[in-house]
């Protein structure tokens, strides 16, 4: 018998990196439980995917239940799902507010009680949190201080998580990514936006993906976020 092939759960899943992510997983010979709010059924009997809302306790936990029920494990978590509203501060609505605090923050927390307490039961499991280097470096042309409250609160978890169960076989880190080309990002403004990195370029959802995957199979690495910016983390530009 061959080893025990590993499941990951991936949010947030439906398109640009969160796509490409679980085409990550599988191409790599992993299990995949993907979610988003409209994702539809998987033909593939490798990905079984559960749609629904992340930030809702309930589905959080379907996610969680159906991956084990499905696949018998939950060896890695990426929360990746999340929304970004570039606004003056002055200018968010308390819609804004509510949104992006649902998506990044509840997001994160009710689907990640539910897998640590999973891979509490087998002794491992490995978590990435999805954040943004604009929490270490904010650009002035892009104000972004509802990502740096919620993006933040998941970098400074990441290493919080990481200490509390770091006796207990689970990983948690986090990747940070620039600005990525997805088609959120109209063509007319890459250039623009390639510009705000010292690279010179966008990222591309490759990068990410490979980032999540090279953090995935680094055992003694925890605590960590990995910068996935073209050097923009590194100092102003």
Sequence with gaps: MGAQRKVAVVTGA????????????LDRGDLVVANSRSIGPSTSPEQ?????DISDPAV????????????????????????FVAKPFTEYTEADYARVLSVNLNGFFFVTQQAVKQMLRQNSGHIVNITTTLVGQPLKAVPSALASLTKGGLDAVTRSLAIEYADRGIRVNAVAPGIIRTPMHAPETHAFLAGLHPMGRMGETRDVVDAVLSLDQAGFV????LHVDGGAHAGRW
């Design 222 to 225: 925890t605590g960590e976020t």
């Design 48 to 52: 079984w995917n559960v749609a629904g």
């Design 14 to 25: 439906s398109q640009g990196i969160g796509a490409d992510l679980v085409k990550g997983f």
């Design 60 to 83: 959080a936990e379907k996610v969680i239940r159906e991956a084990v029920e499905k696949f018998g494990r939950v060896d890695t978590l990426v929360n990746n799902a999340g929304v």
